[in-house]
C-alpha cells in the first residue's frame, strides 16, 4: 500500500499540472506577450505527462503485489474445498470465477486509486489559482460523491438480487427448453409455466428495482461532474470581476473536464457494477461448501429452484422421506412421453418437478419425466419416493423438425372405415393441418382419418416427410393449425389424454432400479407379478426377464443395448392402461421376430388400437391398414390396395417379397 501511494503521487502531480501549467501559460505568457514563457509552461505540462505515465506503469506492479495474494488465497480455498468436499464446481472456480474475482479486484483498486489522487491534485490545483474555484468546483463534487456513496449499498445489494434471478432463470430455461415436448406429454405445461413465469416476474422486479436505484448513480455523475461545469460557465462573469484570472478559469474547466469527471465516470461505473459483482465472486469462492446456499452455491447439476409439482418452490431440503409421495399432483402417471436416454444430453429426464415413480435409487440420469403419483404400490417397489433433479432432457431433434420432402402436400382423401355397430372411433382425425411456422410448407394438410376400436395401422413414407410429426400430433404433443383430433371420442389436448394414449419413440428411458419399477411407470394402480410376467410374454422380454434374475432383479440402463431398452420401454406401454399405442419406430434396434412378436402383441390387446410408424416392410404387411405419408401422394389402404394403385408406394416397397426361411426383410427405403 505505501508503494502504490507513493507512486500513484507522481499522477497527483500530473493532475496538478495538468491545470495549474495551462493557466500559468496564459496568464503569464501568451495573454502577457511572453511566449518563452507560455510555451516553458506548456513543457512542463509536457513533463508532467511523462513522469505521470511513468508512476502509472509503476502503479500496475504494485497492484499486482495485492492482487496476485488475493488470487493464491482463492486457489487454494477452492483447491481444498475440491480435494475434501469432492466439490465438481472446483475447476469453474478455477478457471473463471477466481480470475474474474482478480480482474475485478485489481479494477476496483485501480479506479478508486484514480480518483482519490486526481481528486487531491485537481483541488489543490483549484485552491492554487484561486480559492474562488474551489468554491465553485467543491461542494457539487462533494455532493455528487455523497449521493454515490450513500447509493452503493443499495445498488450491490439489488445488482445481486438481479444477477442472482437471472442466474436462477438461466437454470430453469435451461432444463425447460430441451424437454418441452416432454413436458407437454406429461400434462405438466401450467406447472412449469407458472414456475418459468415465476422466475421472469423475480427477474423483472429486480431489473426494475435495480434501475429505479441507478438513476441516483447517473445523477451522483451529474450533480459530481457535470454540474461544475456549468457552474464554471454561468459564473465566470462574476469570478473574472472578482479577479480570477482567464488563465485561471480555463484552468478549471481543464481540471473539472479532463481530470475529475473522467475520474469519477469510472469510480461510478467500477464500484456500481464491477462492486457488486465481485461481491457475488467472492461469496461463492469463500462459501463454507454448503449446498444451496445464498449466493448460488447450489450443488452441481441442479436448478436455482427446483419445483414439486404443486408448482411450489423447493430449495433442495424438502424433499420427500422414504415413505412419501409428493402432495397435490393431478397429473395421470401414465401420462409419459419415452424419450432418448443415450448420448450425454439424453441422460436426464424432463420430469422438471414432477415426482420420480422409482424409489430412492439414483437414476443414472434415465428418469423418465413423469408427473403423477410417485408413492403407488407395484410389485417389487419399495414404496419411497424420490424426487426429480429439475434437470430436462434434451428430445430427438429430428423426429418434431421434418420438413415436407416434396412441397406443400395437397389434401389427399382418405378412406374412412366404417365403424362397426355405430362405436365410437377410436382415433379420428377430421381435416388435420399443420405447419412448423406461419411461412413453412405444410408438413400435414387437410388429412382425415378415421380408425375403429382394435385398428392396426402402419404410417410409411420416406424420411423428413411428417410420420413422427403426426405420431406426436395424435399423441398431443404438438397442436394442429387446423383440424379436429380425437382419441375414444374425447379430445386428444384435453387433461385426461395420459389416459388415452401412450408413445414409444425410437429411443427409450430405462431408469436405474428394479426391473419391475421400470415396466409399472405407466400404471396408478397395483400390479402383480403374474401380469408382469405375462405381458413380458407377450412381448418377448422373457429372456432378458430370466437373464437380468427376475422382476425384482436391478436394472443398470448402461448395461443395456438399445434393443434390450426397448423391449422394457414395449412391455411399459404394454401394461398401460391407454387404449392407442404409438409406436414411433419403436422396434428399430429389434430383428424382425421380436419386431413381429412386439408388434402383435400391442396389436392383440383387448381394446386396444395401434399405430406403427413402420421401419420395415412386414410392419406394413402385418397392419390391417396402410397410411402413406407422401405430400401429395398420400394414400390410404390395405398393403395388397397401396402395391396395386400406388407408384410412391410400389417405389417404397421396392417389389421386395418375404424372405425365406424367417430372413429378416430389409428395411423400408428411407
Known sequence: MGRLGGWSLLETAQTFLTGYAPARALDEGFLAGQLRTGLAWLGVAALGVLVGAYGTARVYAAVAELVEPLRDRLVTRVVERGVREGDSGALSGLTQQVEIARDTFAGLVMVSRAFLFTSVGALVGLFSLDPLLLLVVGPPLVAGVALFVLSLRPLARRQEVFLAADEALAADLGAVCPGLRDITASGAERQIAEGTGRRIDAELRAACSLARWSVLRVSSLAVGGQLPIVLLLAAGPWLLAHGVTAGALVGALAYVTQSLLPALRNLVHGLGTSGARLLVVLRRLMRDGTAGDASGGRPPGHGAAAQGPDGAEATGEQAPGPSESWPGST?????????????????????????????????????????????????????????????????????????????????????????????????????????????????????????????????????????????????????????????GGRPVDGPDRAELRVLIPQEAYVVTGTLAENLCMLRPDPVSEAELLAAAEAVGLTPLLEALGGVAAPVDPAALSAGERQLIALTRAYLAHAPLALLDEATCHLDAAAEERAERAFAARPGGTLVVVAHRISSARRADRVLLLDGRHTAYGTHAELVDRSAPYRELVGGWTPGPGGRSDPALAL
Open 331 to 487: 397429473a395421470h402417471p401414465a401420462d409419459v412421453q419415452e424419450t432418448p436416454s443415450d448420448g450425454p444430453a439424453g441422460k436426464r429426464a424432463a420430469g422438471h418437478g414432477a415426482a420420480h415413480p422409482t424409489t430412492g435409487h439414483p437414476t443414472d440420469g434415465h428418469t423418465p419425466p413423469t408427473a403423477g403419483t410417485a408413492g403407488q404400490p407395484v410389485a417389487g417397489r419399495r414404496g419411497s419416493a424420490h424426487r426429480s433433479n429439475g434437470r430436462a432432457a434434451p428430445v430427438k431433434g429430428g423426429a418434431l423438425r421434418e420438413q415436407a420432402a416434396q412441397g406443400p402436400a395437397a389434401p389427399a382423401p382418405v378412406a374412412r372405415p366404417a365403424v362397426p355397430g355405430g362405436a365410437v372411433p377410436a382415433l379420428m382425425l377430421d381435416s388435420v393441418s399443420f405447419a412448423y411456422g406461419p411461412h413453412s410448407a405444410p408438413v400435414v394438410e387437410g388429412l382425415d382419418l378415421v380408425l375403429p376400436p382394435g385398428a392396426h395401422l402402419a404410417v410409411v413414407g420416406p424420411s423428413g416427410v411428417g410420420k413422427s410429426t403426426l405420431t406426436a400430433l395424435v399423441a398431443g404433443l404438438l397442436e394442429p393449425g387446423r383440424g379436429v383430433i380425437r382419441i
